[in-house]
């Protein structure tokens, strides 16, 4: 707890106590003067007045320095709180800053490795293709053993040639 605070509540309690002290002597003041005569009963309500009276501005002053301490309190926390929250603001939009840096780099960083592997790729590809171009079409004779024959000659579904063997 702050040092302000302890005093604010310091000096409600100090007012508190002195509202019960001037209700305690009003109610014993009140009593005596039951018992007295009328002269003496006005002379002690008098007395008792301003004694109630220097109490209760006495406690009026002590809740009035409370509360202007309590303002004075707000008052700095409110700067306090105001700083604070500028700083985290900041702090934030510094680190999405760096975040946003982080992927736009990195994604960049990427596109141009995957560029080169496909780039890569495709000169693979190329070169199968040419290669693949250098070989001639040969067509294969078959030799069957003795004993057995062709049953059969046609084209598959595709249009391949397909031979079926006894």
């Known amino acids: 707890m702050s040092q302000t605070q302890e005093e604010l509540f310091t000096l ?5 106590d002195l509202q019960k002290h001037a209700a305690a002597l009003q109610q014993v003041a009140g009593d005596a003067l039951k018992k007295l005569p009328e002269g003496v009963k006005s002379a002690v309500n ?5 004694l ?20 004075a309190a707000t008052v700095e ?3 306090t709180l105001r700083n604070t929250w500028l700083i985290h603001a900041t702090t934030l939009v510094v680190f999405a ?15 141009t490795k995957r560029t080169e592997e496909l780039k890569a790729i495709q000169d693979q590809i190329s ?6 171009a250098g070989f001639e079409l040969v067509e294969w004779g078959i ?15 595709d249009g391949r040639a397909a ?4």
């Open 12 to 16: 409600m309690a100090h007012a508190q």
């Open 52 to 71: 109630i009276t220097q109490a209760a501005e006495k406690a009026s002053r002590g809740i009035f320095d409370a509360s202007q301490g309590a303002l």
């Open 97 to 111: 800053c760096v975040v946003v840096a982080g992927l736009y780099f990195g994604t960049g960083w990427m596109i």
């Open 77 to 79: 926390l409110r700067g």
């Open 127 to 132: 070169a199968e293709e040419a290669r693949k």
């Open 46 to 50: 008098d007395s008792s007045r301003e």
């Open 163 to 166: 031979v079926i063997f006894k």
């Open 143 to 157: 030799v069957l053993p003795k004993g057995r024959e062709i049953e059969r000659t046609g084209r598959t579904n």
